[in-house]
């Protein structure tokens, strides 16, 4: 009997589904609020990226482990340790790479390398990249046994401070703002909204919110637009604005998520998040549950852009050259 080819795309989705119904959009929040807190593989010490980040903060959530560390079944046992007996893994992915001769018909050879590639006699100019997306099993060393954590769990501040969350949220803003000479205006409207054509943002008042935390995740959100300029990350949902209805959606979901887990980086606790949210979050659940081909991608993809975004908007200071941007969509924003 012929194997069943597994469809990531749609197991995924159905893990965020799953997730969105449970717990809204705080499934996108980190594990806990702090930049070490992230998870990494146990033995590399590398940090995992893309959806991983979420799929892995959300098993975290779920079952209560001490330290967000990582590794294969191989990998415990190589340090002399054990995965305990009964214990599930949880799956992550990663992009596996390979290379082909564009001009070739029908069935393509496909190469590991692009040495093998080209030794195999294709020429530079027809050699390209093929991405497919594939799963492998990690388990928590909360799972293991003789397995020691990588590094000291960043333990959350005993009691609140005043605003303290708001001026850790306020100075990342602040420094990604200059860092990218982004113009942040309040005119007094009830608008928020990234001009991609004007490169700026535009807020209501900060008194015109429930909480300082509900304006910084509003301003999260904008800022993730401006992430996909084209001087930027160059995120097609920005850059082609207007053009496109499911593009502008896709775009508008991979702000939603970056602000929900920068809100959960900085210990944010907006008040008006969840009932801004729900009709939303209960669109996307809809769209995730009756999509057919493409659109099976678009979570994942929009998962990955927003990791991507807030790992861009927490970059250091770094010099940057602007170009100029057409002036018919001088008008458009994205909210």
């Known amino acids: 009997m012929k194997k069943q080819k597994i469809n990531i795309y749609q ?19 980190p594990w806990k609020s702090g930049m070490g807190n992230s998870p ?24 209560g482990y001490d330290n967000n560390e990582w590794l294969t079944y191989n990998q415990a046992s190589s340090k002399g340790g054990n995965v305990k ?10 992009w596996n790479i390979s290379f082909y001769d564009v001009t070739q018909v029908g069935s393509k050879t496909f190469y590991r390398t692009l040495a093998q590639a080209l030794s195999s006699g294709v020429s530079q100019e027809n050699v390209r990249k093929a991405f497919s997306l594939q799963v492998f099993r990690v388990f928590n060393i909360g799972q293991c046994e003789n397995i020691e954590p990588k590094r000291v ?48 943002i535009n807020m209501p008042v900060e008194e015109s919110f429930q909480d300082c935390d509900s304006y910084f995740k509003t301003l999260f959100h904008e800022i993730s637009h401006s992430t996909g300029h084209e001087t930027r990350l160059k995120r097609i949902g920005v850059t082609t604005i207007g053009k496109n209805r499911d593009l502008y959606a ?17 210990g944010l606790e907006p008040k008006d998040s969840h009932d801004n949210s729900q009709a939303y979050l209960n669109g996307w659940v809809k769209r995730i549950t009756d999509s057919k081909g ?3 991608k678009f979570v994942v993809s929009a998962m ?32």
């Open 11 to 29: 197991t995924i989705n159905e893990l965020v589904i799953e997730g969105l119904k449970k717990d809204g959009l705080q499934w996108f929040m």
């Open 250 to 266: 896709k775009e508008e979901l991979v702000a939603e998520i970056t602000a929900m887990y920068m809100s959960g980086l900085t």
């Open 40 to 63: 990494i593989n146990n033995v590399t010490g590398r940090a995992y990226s893309g959806i991983n980040i979420f799929l892995l903060n959300a098993t975290m959530r779920a079952f």
């Open 294 to 296: 493409k659109e099976e």
């Open 153 to 200: 769990v960043v333990e959350a501040p005993v009691g609140p401070v005043e605003n303290g969350n708001c001026d850790v949220a306020r100075s990342i803003c602040d420094t990604y703002l200059l860092r990218e000479k982004i113009a942040l205006s309040h005119n007094g409207t009830s608008s928020a909204y990234y001009s991609p054509s004007q490169d700026s």
């Open 85 to 94: 007996k009964g214990q599930r893994s949880t799956a992550v992915t990663y």
């Open 304 to 335: 990955t852009q927003a990791s991507k975004s807030s790992n861009f908007i927490q970059e250091p200071v770094k010099v940057k050259v602007k170009v100029e941007v057409k002036a018919n969509v001088e008008n458009e924003v994205l909210v």
